[in-house]
């Protein structure tokens, strides 16, 4: 009689090809005894993902595959990000938390088509992508087990580039240049090392799509962006595929160093943390999508809209991008956006991007009703009785109070009724 071989534990991990995801494939292995498929979803990491799917089988790796999601991240992530103007605490454009839950879904996809046991990820336990990682799959694989190497052996970025060292595992990074970069078509994260202080100034090294303040023009460029129903379809009058048209923007707008952020943001982990990211075509897609609001959109939706977008922006940082509110919210958003067609040109120069040439067929600007010209049709001999009931209720108000403020007893009325009930005791 044979015993009965216990099968290995099959783990998907979602392998970047960075440090973390390299030297966890041979972790698992030690400790769990796993075979690891290594997964890397392509959101236009350009940079990582150069030979990673070789390393990945040099490393360890009984399968490794890569999944093009580029046009997916751009149409079911982005679009709806620029519709919403998602910023968030108003400085970042969410491009590494866009990225998170497509990554996640297609982890989790992966690992239930394939009778795997357990997923893992490369995020540490004091950043957001954990949440991010672990809320999505508990939410559409709620059988699946989590592992999260760097979380569970609590290394620093040098405890893991000696560990790759001492186990010969193949990684990009050096320990002279430890930056933490996460890289998709929104843009670039870049944390760690030296940035971790917030009085340091970040090092021009970081920086890849924005070049060097030298190499930015000295004369201005105009850039017309044309949107559909809220989406950027057209880039100065040529028609772009949604990857395209996206790489497009950050290769114009990153000429002009359109795009550097440099902030001190809360993470979801209660922590403050100081974050550098580049997002040319970010900025420049939602400062052209703003102004067109701006235009087509009646105040009181655009006020109550800045609301949805605040908080639209915190769930999808939060990791919250399957929660039914922030369904909701999109398609709030969506309802909102059947207007928002018609062009913009926005002035990049030296770093800077403002819109300066707005138009759309459905524009609220009504010029016989704005111009000062005698062709006017605004109606001004009615402005008097709107402004008479307009400010009725401030007016009302005003008397009230200063009705109460002469009936109120002085301080001297106050100081002989104290004496009296004094005296009567």
């Known amino acids: 009689m044979t015993k009965s071989t ?10 970047s090809g960075g440090l973390d995801t390299s030297v966890a494939i041979r972790w698992l292995q030690e400790h769990y005894d796993a075979e690891v498929v290594a997964l890397s979803v392509d959101v236009g990491q350009e940079g990582e993902l ?77 950043g957001n992508d954990q949440v991010r990682f672990d809320v999505a799959i508990h939410t559409l694989g709620p059988g699946l087990r989590i592992i999260a190497p760097v979380r569970e052996w609590n290394m620093n970025r040098t405890d893991e580039i000696a560990y790759a060292k001492s186990h010969d595992i193949e990684i990009k990074v050096t320990v002279a240049k430890s930056y933490s970069v996460d890289e998709n078509l929104w843009g670039r994260s870049i944390e760690g090392g030296a940035l971790e202080d917030p009085d340091v100034a970040p090092p021009e090294e970081i920086y890849e799509w924005t070049g060097h303040p030298d190499s930015w023009p000295s004369t201005p460029e105009l850039l017309r962006v044309d949107f559909e129903r809220g989406i950027p379809v057209r880039l100065n009058g040529k028609l772009l595929a949604p ?3 996206v790489r497009t923007a950050n290769r114009i707008a990153g000429a ?9 943001e809360d993470r979801v982990v209660g922590i403050k943390s ?16 703003r102004a067109l609001e701006t235009l087509v959109l009646p105040r009181d939706l655009l006020q109550f809209k800045a609301h949805v977008e605040r908080r639209f922006s915190d769930l999808v940082y939060e990791g919250l991008w399957f929660s039914p509110l922030r369904e909701a919210l999109s398609a709030f958003v969506s309802s909102t956006q059947e207007v928002v067609t018609g062009s913009v040109t926005l002035r990049l120069h030296q770093g800077n991007v403002r819109a300066v040439r707005r138009s759309s067929e459905y524009s609220l600007l009504a010029p016989e009703l704005v111009t000062y010209g005698n062709t006017s049709q605004f109606p001004q001999e009615l402005a008097v009785g709107f ?20 009936a109120k007893p002085s301080q001297e009325t106050k100081r002989r009724v104290a004496g009296k009930v004094l005296r009567s005791t």
């Open 6 to 15: 216990k099968a290995k534990l099959r783990v998907v991990l979602a392998y």
């Open 50 to 126: 150069q030979g990673a799917i070789d390393r990945a089988y040099r490393n360890g790796a009984v399968e490794a595959d890569l999944i093009d999601a580029k046009e997916t991240f751009v149409t079911e992530f982005l679009w709806p990000a620029v519709q919403a103007n998602a910023l968030y605490e108003g400085v970042y454009p969410l491009s590494t938390a866009l990225a998170r839950p497509l990554i996640a879904r297609t982890l989790t996809q992966v690992a239930l088509a394939s009778g795997a046991g357990a997923v893992a990820h490369g995020c540490t336990g004091k």
């Open 274 to 289: 100081r974050e550098n990211y580049e997002c040319p075509g970010a900025m420049a897609l939602l400062e052209a999508h």
């Open 387 to 406: 402004i008479h009931l307009y400010g009725l209720p401030n007016r009302l108000a005003h008397a009230r109070r200063e009705s109460a403020r002469a």
């Open 256 to 264: 002009h160093g359109i795009g550097r952020i440099d902030h001190v």
């Open 243 to 245: 990857v395209e048209l």
